[in-house]
Structure formats: structure tokens, C-alpha cells
């Protein structure tokens, strides 16, 4: 996370055991359904991003990516690429960073809680409708919508 924030020690809590296994098993499952692959490559990264305490920027996965050495930033960054595609992945725009997506369907509009204290980044389901209308009112059609709100988390405003 980088930065020097004591307040959220533990309050948010990347995978590990068995939810970590499991985690990548429905990514496993969803990449079957639309006839893709989970390769090793793309599962490293997915399970970094899974184990993390907050969001990763591609650096960070670069770093952590092999046991010895650091991985070629091209791995890295086609991986990321294949995870957003598959919606397992989002990127925080006003971070420059990565999180694993925790909710279910596998494309989204995603929104962010981000805590300016503690750099965690909450997703939520939004609720676009009134917006999605006023662009359709407009003549237009809206694939994805990204919303980041940005202030501080529970842990860090107590
Ligand atoms: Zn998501
Ligand atoms: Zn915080
Ligand atoms: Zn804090």
C-alpha cells in the first residue's frame, strides 16, 4: 500500500487459503465458459492481485511476479489486459493501479471507495439508471462507466 497509514492495519484483508483457492477456481470456471485460459501467466497475476491488501500498480506485479525475478513487464501488462477483458480484474484511473473485482457478473460499470488515507479501494455495485438514461436521452450508448469517489474508509475516519 505504500503509504504510511496505521489506522487500517488488517481492515482490509487480501485473500489467502482456502478463499484464495477458491477465488481462482471460479476465474478458472469463467475462462472455461467463454473459451479461454486461464494461463499460468494470467493466474499469478490474478492471485497477486487476490492476496493484496489494497490496489497494485503494474510495478508491484512486475516485482512480485516470480519467485527469483522480477517478470518481463510485457507478461505483466498482456495479463492485466486479459483479467479487465474478463472482468476480473479493474484499474483505478486516478491511482494508476490494479484490483481484482469482487463482484459476480463478469461485465460491469465498476465504482470505487477510495481512501485517501489508507490507499483501500472498496467496489461497489452502482446505480447508474439516471445517468444511463439522460446519455441515451442524449443519442447515446454507454458500454462502462467508471466511477471513483474518493475520501476516507471506516478505519481510518474512527
Ligand atoms: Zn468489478
Ligand atoms: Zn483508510
Ligand atoms: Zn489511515
Known sequence: MGLD???ADGAHPG????ALTHALGVAEARCTE???????PRRR???LLLRANGPLKAYDLIAAFGDRAPAKPPTVYRALDFLERLGFAHRI???NAYVPCRLPDAAHSAAFLICDCCGAAEEFDPDFKAQMAAAEARGYEVRAVTLEARGLCPACRG
Open 93 to 95: 484511473e486516478s491511482l
Open 5 to 7: 497509514c496505521h489506522h
Open 15 to 18: 485473500l489467502q487459503g482456502l
Open 34 to 40: 467463454n473459451q479461454e485460459r486461464l494461463t499460468p
Open 45 to 47: 497475476v490474478l492471485e
